[in-house]
């Protein structure tokens, strides 16, 4: 099994196919899985804006993974009135320049598209009672209604 991966990569390396300067294979395929020609950055803009986006954000992923002296009532992981546990939140000066939670940076992001575009052009959908849980987003009514419905 090992040699097939080891086989699958080199071959990989000698195809024509760009990548990004991480090493990861670029391909982009239309929905019916042909190959096309990579879009422009102002055509993806534009495809962006047309297409029906919802975002789930959960309504407790408000955590800001005890690094802050403050810890936001409705926090998940709320220990104390003061003390969040850590949730993996980035907490670096650019991640806190979005937000200094998820949830928060989920509605910024929101804002931003909209300025961007001149107008509101996506969804953004709280679920209720989530932290940073993807199977309990996944499971509640909301999402279904997001992902199941035309």
Known sequence: MLSGVIA???SCATSPVPKYRSGHTVWIRND???EMHR???QAAKIRFEQRRVMFLVSQ???CTDDLLPVCDASCWTRKSKSRCQRTGLDMRCPAMLQGWNRN????????HLQNYYGRPTHTLVEVPGAGHEAAKVYRSQVAHQAIFSA
Do not use: V, Y
Not at 104 to 111: N, T
């Open 8 to 10: 699958a990569k080199s």
């Open 32 to 34: 019916l899985g042909q």
């Open 39 to 41: 879009p422009t950055a």
């Open 60 to 62: 407790n992923d408000t």
């Open 104 to 111: 928060l940076r989920g509605r910024l992001f929101m804002k």
